[in-house]
């Protein structure tokens, strides 16, 4: 029986900015970036703060905004009111002197928003080791704070577009889903991501900037409990080039304006984590897609580990080899660098249960090793391979784990853009 | 004060083959490669088994000449009296069939030579998914053994041309030093080395293939524990590519034949360790120098650690990050990178100790972070840079650990190489 697609069960996704109810947003070019591209963008909430759960870098160079947004959440106990999004500027390696700027501009957004600064957060991503140009940005925070926000959906389309560095697109996706009102009576809720991130893209707990949205009603400890293991599914399990931002963030807001009653029970909770990661898995997805110089998505599935996580571990090590990832690029079925690619996966740093007299690989449906190696149409794959998406199945027959991850190839415009890319 | 290069107490090596007394060895081509370059090896001794030490990959798909490697060791008590080395085919992923073939080669090997087939080794490198030619090369192997066995230093050096793939040029270094004789007096002793790899290269307790050849005396038992702490040291921190290959192996080998008094005391063995790793981090070097598409080596060095295994990870995990590799190949000063790569470093699953206001980078010789960004001439450094060799020094100021780390940039000339590697 030949490897079949892993069975993914989550809601319908559009790829398209949806703004739920309860939020607001606006973005301008301040001129941060020598593009005059937007570069400047805040997301505030319309009525009283929304609960908000966070996932953060383990890089232990976190950047500015990193630190004062976990600070901020701390203190305020996970309510959110507004974000100040900043982008071609990482403030990260910036020292006491990039934590004061980052401080300066969230409390200026907060004072022209007339909130408490503990309410903001800030995200920040571009360069590493230069600073904000904190006088130069005093002046449109406060325009966008005064009259440049809206609750449109093209509002949020252009924060998604202000948080581009090197992505070639804004990445988007929104799904919907009925929860109870408090009379038990049906709503409809919005769950709606932005994200960002195309290089410097091996998220490890967190990822790049992304920033979900809902305007379901739940406390902070329920959207935490609920976003950490999305996380892991998703985010977690997306690599372009191996390397762990300074700067990566996921923000899950929900400003309960929707009218449908707070997540308490199983089915609703169950409901909402659905949506909320089927937005997540989108928004990976695309991000590979458009990973640096890349041609193809590569999606790897695991099945029949010892478990998920080794699952997880397994496809992450697949789509993170680069000599996988420069064969993909040339439609080469090379399943070999697969094979020891899978080899060296480790989790935490032991082995996965691995053993090769019972794995199996296909690529894109066609079946290349069970054991020892198939007889394939060689040409044949290579021509399914040149495609927008590469599909690489294993499945080790040890158990019942399973999993996925999301990378891309690997090609020469990747070392093109960056070895240019301005220092 | 500026932050100087890690002083290395090392012997001098040269980088020439020299035979020590003991072996003898020759290479033809047998048919393997398509190209008709030499691709069969045999090193043999000539005083009876020597002793052996060996580390081999800890990738979970082990080709079938590790397991039998590691089988007859097992069985011989770390004795060897000769390696069959073939190069264009990995034997890797072949299931019960390729195991099959290379005890058929090494069994064709012993009775050639008159010896038991535990006695022997096999060492292979190339394509994974293919199997060896068996009966092709029955009658070469026959042949070397026959009248195709030198102890010259040219049969070493054609032994180091037989083993590569797409290394660019042979790997060898060679080390001297005087151990006693039985009665006291200096007895000189040689160690040699040969290695190949320079893709799929990211050794981990192990690496591609090296050996290590002395004329020194020394119990397998004392080998292996002082070739292990230097593994750890030099190929462990070596890095091409990331990707751990199923068939990496290092053998050590002495033969007895110099004279000297076997190994005992401390100071023997801390000269002949001494002798060992200077010929370890030589070929280690050059591979990384080597590396597919690569123009300039990157050393890392990492001094004020907690320890040295947090050094010696810090630094593996600068020199393997893609955007530090390609911001040296555009010869551009992007510290950021740096300073993010390090804050990524892991020991088993867990982070370093690293605070970014006591971290201090220094590239070229030339310091760009001590806590906070420095001024410096960037147009400067970055001629500093084209160079062929890129030191980037790092001092954590927590402790007193110490390490350091080879790679290479990363070109378009390793995405053309690997797009285009036949499978």
């Avoid at 309410?119 to 002046?139: E, Y």
């Avoid at 707990?205 to 920033?211: E, F, I, K």
């Amino acid at each position: 029986v030949s490897l079949a697609p892993l069975p993914i069960d989550l809601p319908p996704v559009a790829e398209v900015a949806r703004m739920p109810a309860g939020f607001r947003a606006g973005s301008v070019a301040a001129g941060i970036k020598a593009s005059g591209r937007l570069d400047l963008g805040v997301l505030a909430t319309t009525a009283g703060p929304a609960s908000a759960a966070a996932v953060f870098t383990t890089n232990l160079i976190a950047a500015a905004p990193v630190r004062l947004s976990r600070a901020h959440l701390a203190r305020s106990s996970g309510r959110v009111a507004a974000v100040l999004s900043t982008s071609g500027c990482a403030n990260a390696a910036t020292s006491a002197e990039g934590e004061r700027d980052q401080a300066a501009l969230v409390a200026a957004l907060a004072a022209a928003l007339g909130i408490e600064p503990e309410l903001t957060i800030a995200i920040s991503t571009g360069l590493i080791g230069t600073r904000l140009p904190v006088d130069v940005l005093r002046r449109p925070i406060a325009a966008l704070a005064a009259g440049g926000l809206s609750d449109s959906n093209e509002a949020l389309a252009g924060l998604a577009d202000q948080m581009r560095t090197t992505d070639s697109r804004a990445k988007l996706a929104t799904a919907s889903l009925d929860l109870p009102a408090a009379d038990g009576a049906p709503q409809p809720v919005v769950v709606s991501g932005v994200a960002k991130g195309v290089g410097m893209i091996h998220p490890s707990m967190a990822t790049m900037l992304g920033l979900l949205l809902t305007d379901a009603a739940a406390e902070p400890a329920t959207l935490q409990a609920l976003l950490l293991p999305i996380v892991e599914r998703t985010w977690n399990q997306l690599t372009v080039d191996g390397d762990t931002s300074t700067n990566d963030t996921v923000v899950l807001l929900a400003s309960g304006a929707s009218g449908a009653a707070p997540i308490a029970g199983d089915d609703a909770g169950r409901a909402l984590r659905r949506a909320v990661e089927a937005v997540a898995r989108s928004l990976a997805r695309q991000q590979a897609a458009d990973g640096e110089g890349a041609t193809t998505l590569i999606t790897c599935q695991v099945s029949g580990a010892r478990d998920d996580p080794q699952a997880r571990a397994l496809a992450r090590s697949v789509v993170a080899s680069s000599l996988v990832k420069a064969a993909v690029h040339g439609r080469d079925p090379n399943w070999g660098r697969i094979a020891a690619a899978a080899g060296n996966a480790r989790i935490d740093g032991r082995p996965a249960e691995l053993a090769e007299p019972k794995l199996r690989i296909a690529i894109c449906g066609v079946d290349v090793f069970a054991g020892r190696p198939l007889a394939f149409d060689r040409a044949g794959l290579a021509r399914r391979m040149d495609a927008a998406e590469v599909l690489v199945r294993l499945d080790l027959g040890v158990g019942d784990g399973s999993g996925e991850a999301f990378g891309c190839d690997l090609s020469e415009a990747y070392v093109v853009e960056n070895s240019a890319y301005s220092s």
